[in-house]
């Protein structure tokens, strides 16, 4: 479970967004829309905000994500306050997030455990090699196999899926494409919103996808 407090709790939900809002606002310092000290002071309060003071400022505005963004102002200077959620719309946030804490997740969590099992019946299989036992056909006794060989096509199906699932883990893609994804927002102040959107999803170790609505 520990392994994956960081990904699947409410904690790991408000962090993560709040990462995804200060990768944006790192992308337009490097951009010169903002300064260093600007994407600087977002950035610390993307580490200090704390689900419980999201979840009251929700409970007060009743929107998730403005509720967000009003809490990490909080922490910042007049100066920085206008470059959080800078040309961004709410799910740009939610769905990048979501798609950093399932890769997280996948590659921190599941696919350790998976791995382990995989290694157990990778033993397993080796060990009972030459163990007899019953073939089976419809049911009936057949003629014989071993044990290993039976727990072999669990080898070979479980490796499938953990290949699986990384590639999946591994394709998940985010979003900072704005309002229905048609780049309006940040084409008004940057030369190219795509570029942009690029930058970002990097700075969190994720790729655009093609299209977003």
Not at 138 to 151: M, N
């Given at each position: 479970r520990a392994l994956l407090d960081d990904y699947v709790t409410e904690r790991a939900r408000v962090r993560s967004e709040a990462m995804v809002e200060a990768a944006a606002t790192r992308v337009l310092a490097r951009l010169g829309v903002c300064s260093e000290a600007v994407a600087d002071e977002v950035a610390h309060a993307a580490e200090v905000v704390t689900p419980e003071e999201v979840a009251a400022e929700e409970a007060r505005i009743h929107h998730n994500i403005r509720a967000l963004v009003n809490s990490m102002k909080a922490h910042v200077s007049d100066a920085a306050k206008p470059y959080i959620h800078f040309t961004l719309t709410s799910f740009d946030v939610i769905d990048t997030a979501t798609a950093w804490r399932l890769k997280h997740a996948a590659h921190h969590g599941v696919l350790p455990a998976l791995e382990e099992l995989e290694r157990v019946l990778i033993a397993l299989a080796r060990r009972e090699a030459e163990t007899l036992q019953v073939g089976r056909t419809?049911?009936?006794?057949?003629?014989?196999?071993?044990?290993?060989?039976?727990?072999?096509?669990?080898v070979s199906r479980l490796g499938g899926r953990i290949e699986a699932i990384r590639a999946a883990a591994d394709d998940l893609r985010g979003k900072i494409s704005g309002a229905v994804g048609a780049y309006n927002a940040s084409s008004v102040m940057i030369d190219d919103p795509e570029e942009f959107e690029r930058q970002v999803l990097a700075e969190v170790g994720l790729e655009p996808s093609p299209i977003s609505t």
């Open positions: 419809h049911g009936q006794h057949a003629v014989p196999i071993t044990f290993g060989f039976a727990i072999a096509e669990y």
